[in-house]
């Protein structure tokens, strides 16, 4: 018995437009295009994007290289239908992890995967990715978006970037100029940033209130809205400052909150000691809803400071003025490390909490 023919299977069959993938990538070749800067034209299409850096303006430049996510922000997005912000949370993790080296951010490239490619879903997130890039002043040159059936569920998608900065050899920041007496500056941050959202979800869980409802902390708003605030970039706000060789050091509050990032930028034998502000209405509703303990949230939000900068005394006034930045703390001699200070006593430490403060 002859068996029956079958029917060819096509890509498509399988889950896979290529067409549709072709058509997203005349569709955001326009927002790439807008991304244009000195040392790319920040053109689609090729195997890979070209950077010059001397068109970029530098003669002998070191290459600093972060690549990023973020997070299961992500879920709040697709559970609020609001995908429009999440791209410039992609760009500022990873750009202002280069801008704490004191590199200037040049190009970005994303990767976005999905089970089934939803276009105006992709268009509204990678135009987000585009306007993070203008904000940061560094080219959109490529990425990637992958198109797996099977490997997702229905509406999730997941998002990774990769960026590329210079900074003149000898102009890196390294923390050695780093020194006890500096000055602790915070820059504020927009709001929970893009870290501590496993956390968020289950406080959301918890207090009952919808991501449609209007936010406890913030009338004005829904919840969901208010907590895709994007990112902060910092790159505009820092660049001539470093450039002017006025910071010391440059921290990036992300996951690890204050207890482990500021601790990365110091030598050995400093310890950074930082005051404990008031928490912005935020963090205030995120400690009380979850019953967080301070040393909780030192370690895991950013609580209202998505950068702290270690300058000299003589120029904390000036710089804090300059910047819009607020006085935080201090460098001490001591063992390596970080405490969170208020009037309590240690809100938290690299070594433990000991004492309880409401902030």
């Given at each position: 018995m002859?068996?029956?023919?079958?029917?060819p299977?096509t890509?498509a069959?399988?889950?896979?437009s290529i067409?549709a993938?072709?058509?997203?990538?005349?569709?955001?070749?326009?927002l790439a295009?807008?991304t244009a800067?000195p040392g790319?034209?920040?053109?689609?299409?090729?195997?890979?994007?070209?950077?010059?850096?001397?068109?970029?303006g530098?003669?002998?430049?070191?290459?600093?290289?972060?690549?990023?996510?973020?997070?299961?922000?992500?879920k709040?997005?697709?559970d609020s239908?609001n995908?429009a912000?999440v791209?410039?949370?992609l760009?500022?993790m990873?750009v202002?992890d280069?801008?704490?080296?004191?590199?200037e951010p040049?190009?970005f490239?994303d990767?976005?995967?999905?089970?089934?490619?939803?276009?105006?879903?992709?268009?509204a997130?990678?135009?987000?990715?585009?306007?993070?890039?203008?904000?940061?002043?560094?080219?959109?040159?490529?990425?990637?978006?992958?198109?797996m059936p099977?490997?997702?569920?229905?509406?999730d998608y997941?998002?990774a970037?990769f960026s590329?900065?210079?900074?003149?050899?000898?102009?890196?920041?390294t923390?050695?100029?780093?020194?006890?007496?500096?000055v602790?500056?915070?820059?504020?941050?927009t709001?929970?940033?893009?870290n501590?959202f496993?956390?968020i979800?289950?406080?959301?869980?918890?207090s009952g209130?919808?991501?449609?409802?209007?936010a406890?902390f913030?009338?004005e708003?829904?919840?969901?809205?208010a907590?895709?605030?994007?990112?902060a970039i910092?790159?505009r706000?820092?660049l001539?400052?470093?450039r002017a060789?006025?910071i010391?050091a440059?921290?990036?509050?992300t996951?690890?909150?204050f207890l482990?990032n500021?601790?990365?930028?110091?030598p050995?034998?400093?310890?950074?000691?930082i005051d404990a502000?008031?928490l912005?209405p935020?963090f205030?509703?995120l400690r009380?809803t979850?019953?967080?303990?301070?040393?909780e949230?030192a370690?895991t939000?950013n609580?209202?400071f998505?950068?702290?900068?270690t300058?000299?005394?003589?120029?904390a006034?000036a710089?804090?003025?300059d910047?819009?930045?607020?006085?935080?703390?201090?460098?001490?001699?001591?063992?390596k490390?970080c405490?969170v200070i208020g009037?309590?006593?240690l809100?938290?430490?690299?070594?433990?909490?000991?004492?309880s403060?409401?902030?």
């Amino acid at each position: 018995m002859t068996a029956p023919e079958r029917p060819p299977l096509t890509y498509a069959d399988a889950g896979v437009s290529i067409a549709a993938g072709n058509a997203l990538v005349r569709a955001i070749a326009p927002l790439a295009r807008s991304t244009a800067r000195p040392g790319a034209d920040a053109e689609l299409g090729g195997f890979g994007g070209f950077f010059d850096p001397r068109a970029a303006g530098y003669r002998d430049p070191l290459l600093v290289a972060a690549n990023d996510g973020v997070g299961t922000k992500l879920k709040l997005a697709i559970d609020s239908g609001n995908h429009a912000t999440v791209g410039i949370d992609l760009v500022a993790m990873c750009v202002n992890d280069l801008i704490v080296q004191g590199a200037e951010p040049l190009f970005f490239l994303d990767y976005f995967a999905t089970g089934k490619l939803e276009s105006g879903v992709a268009q509204a997130v990678i135009a987000g990715i585009a306007e993070g890039c203008r904000q940061a002043h560094c080219a959109l040159i490529g990425g990637e978006t992958a198109e797996m059936p099977g490997m997702y569920a229905p509406g999730d998608y997941d998002l990774a970037g990769f960026s590329v900065g210079a900074v003149e050899r000898g102009e890196q920041l390294t923390g050695d100029a780093v020194a006890a007496g500096d000055v602790l500056l915070g820059l504020p941050s927009t709001g929970a940033h893009s870290n501590g959202f496993s956390l968020i979800r289950r406080i959301i869980e918890r207090s009952g209130v919808a991501l449609a409802d209007s936010a406890p902390f913030a009338p004005e708003t829904s919840l969901g809205s208010a907590l895709l605030t994007p990112t902060a970039i910092y790159v505009r706000t820092l660049l001539p400052a470093i450039r002017a060789g006025r910071i010391h050091a440059l921290a990036h509050i992300t996951g690890g909150g204050f207890l482990e990032n500021v601790p990365r930028v110091l030598p050995a034998g400093l310890r950074a000691i930082i005051d404990a502000q008031p928490l912005p209405p935020l963090f205030d509703w995120l400690r009380t809803t979850g019953n967080v303990e301070p040393a909780e949230m030192a370690r895991t939000f950013n609580c209202g400071f998505g950068m702290v900068l270690t300058v000299a005394a003589s120029e904390a006034d000036a710089l804090a003025a300059d910047l819009g930045a607020v006085p935080l703390g201090r460098i001490e001699a001591g063992t390596k490390g970080c405490d969170v200070i208020g009037a309590a006593g240690l809100w938290g430490s690299d070594t433990g909490w000991t004492a309880s403060h409401d902030g």
